[in-house]
Nanobody
Framework: QVQLAESGGGLVQAGDSLKLSCDVSGRTFSSFAMGWFRQAPGKEREFVTG????????YYTDSVKGRFTTSRDNTKNTVYLQMNSLKPEDTAVYYCAASRTAGILAIPTTTSDYDYWGQGTQVTVSS
């Protein structure tokens, strides 16, 4: 059984930084492309960033480019999301997700491409 567990969320002020972690268990971590999504109240879940199974290719949605960085440590079965220069509009529940079926260099961007999800962690940015 594959399980994902996010941690690191919290309440911060605009301009601050946070680092989210997502621990994955139950299957070889390197067999997953990993993604980060977020969902604000009343809005649909949206893609934030993703990282490929190998080679560490990454892709970011435009609103977070230059501020957010995703990385993975295949020895620790963990994917990270470093968030800098946070804005109030970044406030959301952040989810990590794992895609088993993605190609080795692919970075899926839609929710339906991901097979497993964490429970989410709240990030609140005050102005």
């Amino acid at each position: 059984q594959v399980q994902l567990a996010e941690s690191g969320g919290g309440l911060v002020q605009a301009g601050d930084s946070l680092k989210l972690s997502c621990d994955v268990s139950g299957r070889t971590f390197s067999s997953f492309a990993m993604g980060w999504f977020r969902q604000a109240p009343g809005k649909e879940r949206e893609f934030v960033t993703g990282i490929s199974k190998i080679a560490g290719w990454t892709y970011y949605t435009d609103s977070v480019k230059g501020r957010f960085t995703t990385s993975r440590d295949n020895t620790k079965n963990t994917v990270y999301l470093q968030m800098n220069s946070l804005k109030p509009e970044d406030t959301a529940v952040y989810y990590c997700a794992a895609s088993r079926t993605a190609g080795i260099l692919a970075i899926p961007t839609t929710t339906s491409d991901y097979d497993y999800w964490g429970q989410g962690t709240q990030v609140t940015v005050s102005s």
